[in-house]
């Protein structure tokens, strides 16, 4: 009959439209799935070299503070070692007394 036929071809076109919607729907997901996988890995990769580039620059601040520490040692055993052998050191004028004794110690 029509009647019978006209509900078969209107689920069939119903079942047509819900698989063209499943694999939309599905398609749509993979994209969306595949751009954040990517996002993370740039991500990552970014942090990875931004890590990378903080321990470079601790280890340069660190290397930097040791040769300082050990400019400024160098420096006061050396005046040391010269006040101990007679010799004077020249002070400016805004220099304080205590300041000098400090020094000549």
Do not use: P, W
């Amino acid at each position: 009959s029509q009647v019978k036929y006209s509900i078969n071809n209107g689920l069939a076109v119903v079942a047509g439209e819900k698989e063209a919607y499943v694999k939309c729907v599905n398609s749509q997901l993979t994209k969306c799935k595949r751009n954040l996988e990517q996002k993370i890995i740039g991500e990552v990769l970014a942090d990875n070299r931004t890590a990378r580039l903080n321990a470079q620059l601790t280890d340069n601040a660190q290397g930097i503070q040791r040769r300082c520490y050990s400019s400024y040692s160098s420096l006061q055993r050396s005046l040391e070692t010269y006040i101990s052998t007679g010799g004077s050191l020249i002070y400016q004028e805004t220099c304080k007394d205590d300041v000098k004794d400090k020094l000549s110690v």
